[in-house]
């Protein structure tokens, strides 16, 4: 394609008709050069040795998928290398790849599967024309080593590794490359600038569609070890981010109090130099010119380099990272410095501020030298010690013991001072062992000052839901003028939990503040002036919390006189809908022409029979459950009827 010379008309180019069809499906392209015509023309395509290939559509994934924290480590099957490997694991739920936000080299693990005996569930979902509902395609596939794609974005195209164990979703594209082809630096070809100007060629939307991917053209060279180190290089910056992000399976704690808004700056600016020299690998893997690349550059507008998913946090989103993590050591869910022997799955245990080399040796990734370990993580004199595994370990060994020991074994926490129970005071506890008093108060001074308030009224609405896309692993219970103020640890939730709240929290509380307000009617009685005003006030606001108690006890009798015994398999919204008087759920939601909250429309729904798939179903109306069960396979496999 040539620009027109002394044209009074500005970029008007000339190109033959011809030139069109040397890309599949010929589509007018004006601004692509000769040279990478050429590549189209004579170039095997992506789809001639790694075709892209469509996975799972589920056809109702409120039942089938959850998000991992929602059932917990020890319910999921991880490492899987195929189907008859993940049938005689004999668990329930598979990590998931389903495609997810703009995301480069890796990432985007959040969901698993219910994939329990081979999908036995899913391969039976059958919609009401009689037809198969669910599309468990390429089946085959499943559990592969890969790389994945998200079939939508408007940020451009990101390509992410995918180890061992996935089953795949249709709209979480995967890859999967024959004998011939390098699996790491496929994956930076197709995250180069070169890949992403190709399909904007072929298809200039924010649809990657599998078709277009086939006709990619795949250098018939042999790359580079440069290339793939590089590669490798980028994938592990990203896995220690995910170390780093509480909502992950692979977390450790959250980026350093003193110095983790730099560390992360320092890891993107290393992560833009390597997609800068990975674009200059694949450039010269395809012989592809100066002049074309400036072609290619100017039409992106920048590099594949510059588009890279930057990651930034400001100090009071650090502080609020910390007071979470504090607020899971201390409902149990967090366990600093226990070593990787003791561990749920194959990655160690969740949270325990301990970073090791093989943390980062995911799937085929090689092991990293000791240098390269020191450049992702630090070097070991920024941690406290280093145990005989070479583990490093955030906090003294002294202190991760004490920080166990803050861990409340019923996984039940009030906001309420000089209660046994009190979550405010170990959190407090918390922090302080791990930053020191000063960095403590700072960490809170940043979130507002007052440490009980967050608690009451900010962390679990403006934090944890966010953090935790509304499926909340700490489920608060409030009383409707936050009176009491309860934090339940969901994996530990069982039928007498809420006995508990009753009566270690509820009821004592109600008689302390009948006592309260006692004690104030009589002082008022026998004093005057300023005394008796005040000695007034308190009684009124005791008796104010008192009623506030009252209604909260009366919605916990409420749920107890039909019983409560919640599974996790079930997922968080199911289980929660039974709490809704007791739950300020901020969200709102349309149901049957009228606003509600979003749990009393899962209420609804589950006592329209929506979702007879659900345990809880089958406890409050087994008579129509089985009724339904004896026409529906699916739903019969699912009650293990």
Request: proline fraction near 6%.
């Amino acid at each position: 394609m040539k620009r027109t010379e002394h044209n009074p008309v500005p970029n008007v180019y000339i190109a033959a008709q011809c030139d069109f069809g040397a890309i599949p499906g010929a589509p007018w392209v004006y601004w692509i050069p000769a040279g990478i015509r050429r590549l189209f023309r004579d170039l095997p395509k992506l789809g001639d040795v790694a075709q892209p290939r469509q996975g799972l559509a589920t056809a109702n994934n409120f039942r089938f998928l959850r998000y991992w924290w929602e059932v917990g480590l020890e319910r999921i099957a991880f490492d899987c290398r195929d189907r008859q490997e993940a049938q005689a694991a004999g668990k329930r739920w598979f990590p998931y790849m389903k495609g997810g936000a703009y995301r480069k080299w890796y990432g985007n693990q959040t969901y698993v599967v219910n994939w329990k005996n081979d999908g036995a569930e899913i391969q039976n979902f059958y919609g009401p024309n009689g037809r198969l509902a669910s599309r468990p395609q390429n089946t085959d596939y499943y559990f592969r080593e890969g790389v994945t794609f998200s079939a939508i974005s408007s940020k451009g195209f990101a390509v992410r590794y995918m180890p061992l164990g996935y089953p795949f979703d249709h709209g979480g594209n995967a890859i999967f490359p024959d004998d011939s082809v390098d699996l790491i630096s496929l994956l930076g070809i197709l995250n180069s600038s070169y890949v992403l100007a190709i399909l904007r060629a072929v298809n200039p939307t924010i649809n990657f569609y599998v078709d277009d991917l086939n006709r990619v053209p795949l250098s018939a060279g042999t790359p580079s070890v440069v290339l793939r180190k590089l590669v490798e290089a980028a994938i592990h910056i990203q896995i220690v981010c995910d170390l780093t992000a509480e909502p992950t399976f692979d977390f450790i704690a959250p980026p350093r109090w003193d110095t983790g808004p730099e560390d992360l700056v320092a890891a993107q600016a290393r992560l833009r130099d390597l997609e800068a020299r990975i674009d200059e690998e694949v450039y010269c893997l395809y012989g592809i010119s100066d002049k074309d690349r400036s072609a290619i550059e100017a039409e992106l507008g920048t590099s594949a380099a510059a588009d890279g998913d930057e990651t930034s946090i400001t100090r009071k989103e650090l502080a609020a990272r910390w007071i979470s993590y504090a607020v899971g050591i201390v409902m149990g869910r967090f366990r600093p410095g226990l070593p990787r022997t003791q561990q749920l799955h194959a990655r160690g245990l969740l949270g325990r501020a301990v970073f090791h080399p093989t943390d980062l040796a995911v799937g085929s990734l090689p092991a990293l030298t000791p240098e390269e370990f020191d450049a992702l993580v630090g070097p070991v004199e920024r941690f406290a010690y280093v145990d005989a595994e070479g583990g490093r370990h955030l906090f003294p060994a002294e202190v991760e013991r004490q920080l166990r020991d803050l861990a409340l074994p019923e996984g039940i926490a009030v906001v309420q001072a000089h209660h046994s129970l009190d979550l405010t005071a170990r959190v407090w506890q918390a922090l302080g062992l791990m930053w020191g008093e000063k960095d403590a108060q700072e960490i809170v001074a940043i979130l507002g000052g007052d440490l009980v308030r967050y608690l009451e009224r900010d962390f679990w609405p403006k934090v944890h839901l966010k953090m935790y896309r509304r499926r909340p692993i700490y489920w608060l219970l409030q009383s409707p003028g936050r009176a009491v103020t309860v934090y339940l640890y969901h994996e530990r939730v069982t039928r007498d939990t809420l006995f508990v709240v009753k009566s270690e929290i509820a009821e004592p509380t109600m008689r302390l503040l009948a006592a309260r307000a006692a004690e104030a009617q009589s002082i008022a009685e026998e004093s005057g002036g300023q005394i008796r005003m005040r000695a007034r006030k308190a009684a009124e606001t005791a008796l104010s919390d008192l009623e506030d108690v009252t209604v909260f006890s009366e919605a916990l009798d409420r749920v107890l006189e039909k019983g409560y015994d919640p599974d996790l398999d079930d997922g968080v919204l199911i289980n929660l809908t039974v709490l809704r008087e007791l739950v300020p759920w901020p969200r709102k939601k349309r149901y049957a022409g009228r606003s509600m909250s979003e749990l009393e429309a899962v209420w609804q729904s589950l006592e329209a029979g929506e979702y007879d798939w659900a345990h809880m179903a089958m406890r409050y109306w087994p008579d129509r459950v089985r009724e339904k069960a004896r026409r529906d396979k699916s739903l019969a496999l699912a009650h293990g009827l």
